[in-house]
C-alpha cells in the first residue's frame, strides 16, 4: 500500500497533463499550491464521519518547482483508487478550465480517540483497580495492536508483565484472573427466589468471571454447565 502511494504520487507529479503545466518561462498567473492541499484537506473533512473518533487531517507540500495555471472553475477533488481510510492517503485535485490539469496530493488523516492507559506503572500479576488506568485520547491510526476504550471492562483483571506508565494497554498485557481452575473443587449454586442450594463439583475447565464451565456433581455425578460467579464458584439453573 505505502509503495503505491509512493508511486502513484510520483507518477501524478511528473505526469501532469502538458496542457496544464507552464514552464519557468511562462508568463501568466499560477495556482496556489496552498489552494490545491486545501482543496484535497477539505475533500477528506467532507467525509469526517466516515472514520472513528475525532478526525484531523494534513496535507504534504507540493514540489515548488510546479507551476500549473490558475483555475478559472472550481478545484475538483476525488479520492484514489484505494479510496480513503485512516493514515497516509492521496486525494485527487483537478482543473477543468480554462487549462486543464490533476495532480494527486498526498494526506494523512489522523482519528484521535480516547484509549486505555496505564496511570501509573504496573507490576506483574497486579490487579487492576480504577486508579491504575485512564484514558488518554490517541491517533489509532497509527496503533498497530488491538486496544481498549473502557477502563471499566479492565477492572479485575491482572496484568502478565511489568507495564510502564503511559503505555498503552492491549490485550498481551492483561489477563481475566481465573476463578475456577480446573480439577479443583467447585461449589454448584442452584437459586430458586429466595431459595439457594449449594453442593459440591469438580470444575472440568477453567473459568473467568462470567464464562459458563462444565462441572461434574461429585454427589450424582452428573456433568452440568453453569457460568462462574465468584471465586470457586458456578451457578446452574435449578
Same mark, same amino acid.
Given at each position: ?54 478526525v ?41 478550465a ?14 484521535l480517540? =480516547?484509549?486505555? /492507559?496505564?496511570? @501509573?506503572? +504496573?507490576? *506483574?500479576?497486579? %490487579? &487492576?483497580?480504577?486508579?491504575?488506568? !485512564?484514558?488518554?485520547?490517541r ?31 492491549? =490485550?498481551?498485557? /492483561?489477563?481475566? @484472573?481465573? +476463578?475456577? *481452575?480446573?480439577? %479443583? &473443587?467447585?461449589?454448584?449454586?442452584? !437459586? ?27 454427589a ?19
Amino acid at each position: 500500500m505505502r509503495r503505491f502511494l509512493d508511486t502513484l504520487c510520483t507518477l501524478a507529479c511528473l505526469a501532469l497533463l502538458a496542457s496544464g503545466i507552464a514552464s519557468a518561462a511562462d508568463s501568466g498567473p499560477y495556482e496556489s499550491p496552498d489552494r490545491i492541499r486545501e482543496a484535497a484537506r477539505q475533500h477528506v473533512l467532507a467525509r469526517a464521519d466516515d472514520f472513528p473518533g475525532e478526525v484531523r487531517v494534513t496535507t504534504s507540500r507540493l514540489d515548488s518547482r510546479l507551476r500549473l495555471h490558475r483555475c478559472e472553475a472550481p478545484l475538483a477533488t476525488y479520492d484514489s483508487p484505494n479510496g480513503l481510510r485512516p493514515g497516509r492517503n492521496v486525494v485527487g485535485v483537478r482543473c477543468d478550465a480554462p487549462r486543464p490539469w490533476k495532480l494527486y496530493v498526498t494526506v494523512n488523516i489522523a482519528t484521535l480517540q =480516547p484509549v486505555v /492507559v496505564a496511570a @501509573r506503572a +504496573l507490576a *506483574r500479576g497486579q %490487579t &487492576l483497580a480504577a486508579g491504575d488506568l !485512564r484514558l488518554e485520547k490517541r491517533d489509532t491510526s497509527r496503533l498497530h495492536r488491538a486496544y481498549f476504550t473502557d477502563v471499566a471492562g479492565l477492572l479485575g483483571q491482572r496484568t502478565r508483565r511489568q507495564v510502564a506508565a503511559g503505555r498503552l494497554l492491549h =490485550p498481551g498485557l /492483561v489477563e481475566r @484472573r481465573r +476463578l475456577v *481452575r480446573r480439577g %479443583t &473443587l467447585v461449589q454448584l449454586l442452584a !437459586r430458586h427466589g429466595a431459595l439457594q442450594v449449594r453442593v459440591k463439583g469438580k470444575a472440568l475447565e477453567d473459568g473467568t468471571l462470567g464464562d459458563r464451565v462444565r462441572v461434574r456433581n461429585t454427589a450424582s455425578g452428573r456433568t452440568v454447565t453453569g457460568e462462574v460467579v465468584a471465586s470457586g464458584v458456578v451457578a446452574v439453573s435449578p
